[in-house]
T-cell receptor, first 112, second 113 residues
Framework: GESVGLHLPTLSVQEGDNSIINCAYSNSASDYFIWYKQESGKGPQFIIDIRSNMDKRQGQRVTVLLNKTVKHLSLQIAATQPGDSAVYFCAENHQAGTALIFGKGTTLSVSS | DAGVIQSPRHEVTEMGQEVTLRCKPISGHNSLFWYRQTMMRGLELLIYFNNNVPIDDSGMPEDRFSAKMPNASFSTLKIQPSEPRDSAVYFC???????????FGPGTRLLVL
């Protein structure tokens, strides 16, 4: 039968490829953005963040790009590994003192 | 740092019973958040506290749910009476201030029969 529930976008890549996960945000006033990784059976884990005064920020194997013109955020993972398989969430904050707003998530599946 | 601590990690109970979930935030963090995650609805914010004071509880499903934060190092989420539709993973998270990076606990998997 048909499954019910959230249908998260899925990205399937081969080990060693680069992955790009995208996120659109709605509030032009948002000034702080975060990417989280959630592995099966675990809580979301912080990966990388970026503030609105930046366009790009790099971490270890990960890069976050922010395009404020089109309200778009992306997470790039270099040389994707099987351990990168998880659900990835973007989150934004548009008002100081309020909670983050989380996106629905994207499932990344890495095959070796 | 030990990170955010949640207990119990798993809870199985019968419909109608009271369930209490516990959370210890990261020391020094001033904001604490309770989330519920299900396949149907994804990650939902239930309530959050700043400096032990509830700021926004609009995500709390109904009166059966209540949350307290008696001090900076402890919070509870209570469901009374529990129903099967409450079955989910409940996460607690904390941050230095709200709107900044949140650090999540491992979650409590609740199954209400």
């Amino acid at each position: 039968g048909e499954s019910v529930g959230l249908h998260l976008p899925t990205l399937s890549v081969q080990e060693g490829d680069n992955s790009i996960i995208n996120c659109a945000y709605s509030n032009s006033a948002s000034d702080y953005f975060i990417w989280y990784k959630q592995e099966s059976g675990k809580g979301p884990q912080f990966i990388i963040d970026i503030r609105s005064n930046m366009d790009k920020r790099q971490g270890q194997r990960v890069t976050v790009l922010l395009n404020k013109t089109v309200k778009h955020l992306s997470l790039q993972i270099a040389a994707t590994q099987p351990g990168d398989s998880a659900v990835y969430f973007c989150a934004e904050n548009h008002q100081a003192g309020t909670a983050l707003i989380f996106g629905k998530g994207t499932t990344l599946s890495v095959s070796s | 740092d030990a990170g955010v601590i949640q207990s119990p990690r798993h809870e199985v109970t019968e419909m109608g019973q009271e369930v209490t979930l516990r959370c210890k935030p990261i020391s020094g963090h001033n904001s604490l958040f309770w989330y519920r995650q299900t396949m149907m609805r994804g990650l939902e914010l239930l309530i959050y506290f700043n400096n032990n004071v509830p700021i926004d509880d609009s995500g709390m499903p109904e009166d059966r749910f209540s949350a307290k934060m008696p001090n900076a190092s402890f919070s509870t989420l209570k469901i009374q009476p529990s129903e099967p539709r409450d079955s989910a993973v409940y996460f607690c998270a904390s941050s230095l201030i709200s709107g900044e990076t949140q650090y999540f606990g491992p979650g409590t998997r609740l199954l209400v029969l």
